[in-house]
């Protein structure tokens, strides 16, 4: 059994307990156990993965978040770093699946969190179910 750490975002509350619902299935249909963080924003995940990686505790790891455009260039900044970030550490070799949402409104937002629907979280977290099998075969 593997150890998942899923470092959620928590921006948009009923989103996020979409995501997380399909997150945590995913991983208990996989056999894994789970634990999750929260931070105040997408930009602060991928240093939450970072700080949690370096204490060793966790086998893989889950992004999850939601990013909705606003009126300003933030929403590039906030999408396109909080991404760049988690690239970064998979690079490095951590197992992860980026499970932000960055959409330009609610409607797309749900139906992408929705298990029932798109399941993003779910879907995040089985790439990362998978990039630790693949590490399990390398390492
Ligand atoms: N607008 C959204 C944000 N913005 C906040 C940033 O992620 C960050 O917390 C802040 O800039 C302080 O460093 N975050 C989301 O997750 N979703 C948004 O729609
Ligand atoms: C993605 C964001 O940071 C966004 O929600 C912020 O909204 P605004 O660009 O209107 O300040």
Redo the contacts with the bound molecule.
Sequence with gaps: MAKFLIVEAR?YDHLNDLLLQGARSAIEAAGHSHETITVP??LEIPGAVALAAESGRYDAYVAIGV?????????E???GESARGLMALSLDGLAIGNGILTVENEAQALTRARPTEKDKGGEAAKAAIAMLELKGRFG
């Design positions: 921006f924003g997408a990013v909705i455009r606003g009126e300003t260039y933030h929403f900044i906030v999408a």
